[in-house]
């Protein structure tokens, strides 16, 4: 089992992974009384087959609907940092955003996907952003070194988060029972029309999660779960 953070933060490489990876214990802690605040890395502007569509007119329309993803779980602010779908890199500039978040919400926890994932193909944006995400929490928010102008210039004080829970892992050994929040997770999920066009119906994006949850409970004997691996850092 897993404390509810008072503060999470959820990292997303694109418009609609959180919700696939976290949306249902968001929603859970959310209800119970935690801060939740996500922080979009990609505007998602290379997610379509439709071959009418440009980049702008995606980029516009995913923003808006993570917007109301976010909003149908009570996810109390979104951080866009708006980079290329497909360009996210482990750079010195995508660190210091991630600490800059981290430490201006101070999250106790902070949601990310797993970047260690070897028996699957896996995003590069998804693969960069957990790494990255991992690096921003260890060291670098931690210390005030690191980033020294965030202190100087803008009074951010340096963080230390206690909990990285990572989606899409290999080696789950922390699960959520969801069961209460999975028809949240599905509300959610649905707000990502252009992603979830090509899914079918809504019935079958519901039945879709529905197995995947029920698959991932029976392991921990829930209904429906959501499962992730743990990282503590002493604070
Ligand atoms: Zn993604």
């Avoid at 702008?56 to 109301?68: D, F, M, N, V, W």
């Avoid at 899914?199 to 409970?217: H, L, P, Q, T, Y």
Wanted: with cysteine; glycine share 8%.
């Amino acid at each position: 089992m897993v404390d509810r953070p008072d503060v999470a933060m959820v990292v997303t490489p694109h418009p609609d992974d959180a919700e696939i990876g976290c949306g249902g214990t968001v929603a859970k802690w959310i209800r119970e009384g935690t801060r939740v605040v996500y922080v979009l890395c990609t505007n998602g502007d290379k997610g379509t087959g439709d071959r009418d569509m440009t980049s702008e007119r995606l980029a516009a329309l995913r923003e808006e609907e993570q917007a109301q993803a976010a909003a149908a779980l009570g996810v109390e602010d979104v951080v866009y940092l708006r980079h290329p779908d497909g360009g996210l890199e482990d750079s010195a500039e995508f660190r210091e955003q991630l600490v800059r978040a981290i430490r201006a919400h101070t999250p106790d926890t902070v949601f990310c996907p797993d970047p260690l994932r070897q028996s699957f193909y896996l995003h590069r944006d998804h693969r960069i952003c957990g790494q990255v995400t991992l690096d921003a929490v260890f060291p670098f928010a931690r210390d005030h070194l690191h980033f020294p102008n965030h202190l100087r210039v803008d009074g951010l004080e340096p963080h230390k988060v206690g909990e990285i829970l990572m989606w899409g892992t290999e080696a789950p050994d922390t699960f959520v029972d969801i069961t209460d929040t999975i028809d949240l997770k599905i509300a959610a999920l649905l707000k990502h029309a252009t992603q979830v066009a090509g899914a079918g119906s809504d019935r079958d994006v519901e039945e879709f999660v529905k197995a995947n949850a029920s698959r991932i409970g029976q392991r921990a004997e829930m209904p429906y779960g959501e499962a992730f691996r743990a990282i503590q850092y002493r604070r």
